[in-house]
């Protein structure tokens, strides 16, 4: 993840551990709005299985 990315997006809420979490948080607009947005434990963990999912498409396109 560049670090221009990086500087670009807000910081990410405390939740977002994961690393696929912290890469959609920079990269993705609508699910770092999605994020801001939960407040359920639920709907946090599946974003954050969203961004796992969303990371290793994206990590197979790129190869």
Request: hydrophobic share 45%; glycine share 4%; aromatic share 6%.
């Amino acid at each position: 993840m560049g670090d221009r990315l990086r500087l670009e997006a807000p910081k990410a809420p405390r939740w977002i551990t994961t690393e696929a979490g912290q890469w959609a948080w920079v990269v993705d607009e609508e699910w770092r709005h999605s994020a801001s947005q939960a407040m359920n434990v639920d709907v946090r963990r599946q974003l954050l299985e969203k961004a796992e999912d969303m990371r290793r498409h994206g990590a197979m396109t790129l190869v």
